[in-house]
């Protein structure tokens, strides 16, 4: 059964992320994208330890999407391994996760 998924992806500034949430909203993949400045990050990469400034992204779409969704962020993401995680959203406003459901249906040209 389809249900409402919040998708994190870490980009490296405020251009990647607007470019990348604006994508990603008007294919219909996600009904809202909040775009979270600020954040540092702290990783291991290549054997080293790395700090980052970087821009999170909360995306919220739909278990059915989450393919297509990954791939348009993985065609758009400037890091060979990009964060992506999924998380199922097991509970919330009724309203709000039917708004979800109902904003990430897909034109069907007859």
Sequence with gaps: MEQPLLVLSNVPDASVAQ????????LRLAACVNILPGVQSIYQWQGKVEVADEVTLFIKTTTALYPELEAAI??????D???????????GLPAYLAW???????????
């Design 74 to 79: 993985k065609a758009r993401h400037p890091y």
């Design 19 to 26: 470019d990348l949430a604006r994508h990603v909203v008007a």
């Design 81 to 91: 391994v990009p964060e992506i995680i999924a998380l199922p959203i097991v509970d």
């Design 100 to 110: 979800i459901m109902q904003e990430t249906v897909k034109d069907v040209n007859v």
